[in-house]
């Protein structure tokens, strides 16, 4: 399991009496775990900030949420296209399918002074399956096999210029509330760059689960990277102490019966 002596600086205050402590445990994580990370080129960053330096956006709250409506979702679904095209990614599906009604996700998004300035969305496992499984069968269906409840973590990205720590850190802290706490997800996964993994093994302790693939969303490589999310309910309970009782009333489910997937149309894209 892990011990909050695995992330330097982490546990030594108070716990938070809010919901804001998941938020506040993945910020201190990230602040202690990255600081040596800043001085690195942008293709390294998990941000995709095209700048040496991070400017801070003053000192506006980060405020994250689930996105409700259409224009929240075409709003975060224009960042990712933005940012996706910035690293030369294939872009050209991205905001036709802002509402995914075939597989079940909840898109968040972080917003400081009005603005959305982050997002990710979580796909959870159902009959339609992830979209990972178009480039990792196996390694999903193994995971499946072990009765295992499963979650991909998929556009993933921040406003240039911003404080990355800060957006990341409140998105991350909704996305273990919404992912473990609400629907019972046992394991993330998510599918990145090679050059991006050591930013992720690094900051939340992610484990390479795949050898290198062209994804055929974006036309480009891509290796699948696993967290085992039990391992973070000790370290985030220890920080949030009794004020976080959630961990004992989360939800069991059982996984996913997946249908045949039919990668017609991903050929086609």
């Known amino acids: 399991m892990i011990h909050p002596s695995r992330y330097p ?19 201190r994580v990230f602040r202690a775990r990255g600081s040596d990370m800043s001085e690195r ?25 689930v996105a409700t409506t259409l224009p929240e ?3 975060a679904a ?24 075939e597989h079940e996700a909840s898109t968040l998004v972080a917003r400081q002074r009005g603005l959305i300035v982050g997002t990710m969305t979580l796909g959870f496992d159902g009959p339609a399956g992830l979209w990972i499984d178009h480039t990792y069968p196996e390694e999903i269906a193994r995971a499946r096999a072990r009765g295992r409840v499963l979650c991909e973590l998929t556009r993933l990205a921040v406003t240039p210029n911003s404080d990355s720590r800060k957006i990341l850190s409140s998105m991350f802290g909704l996305a273990y509330q919404v992912g473990r706490l609400q ?7 998510i599918e990145v760059n090679p050059r991006h993994a050591p930013v992720y093994r690094k900051l939340l302790g992610f484990k390479v689960a795949s050898d290198v693939r062209v994804c055929g969303r974006v036309r480009a490589p891509a290796v699948l990277l696993h967290l085992d999310i039990e391992q973070l309910d000790e370290c985030v309970s220890q920080f949030a102490g009794a004020a976080f009782p ?23 894209a």
């Open 183 to 189: 629907h019972g997800t046992t394991d993330l996964y």
């Open 41 to 65: 080129r942008p293709s390294s960053t998990i941000t995709s900030t095209p700048d040496d330096e991070v400017r801070l956006l003053g000192d506006g709250s980060v405020q994250a949420s």
């Open 73 to 75: 979702l075409l709003e």
């Open 78 to 101: 224009e960042l990712v296209r933005e940012r996706y095209e910035w690293r030369g990614y294939v872009t050209r599906s991205i905001k036709a399918d802002a509402v995914d009604r």
């Open 246 to 268: 959630a961990l004992a009333a989360r939800p069991t489910q059982r996984p996913a019966a997946v249908l045949p997937i039919d990668d017609t149309a991903l050929r086609a």
């Open 9 to 27: 600086g982490v546990g030594s205050d108070s716990p938070q009496s809010n919901g804001s402590c998941e938020a506040s445990f993945f910020e």
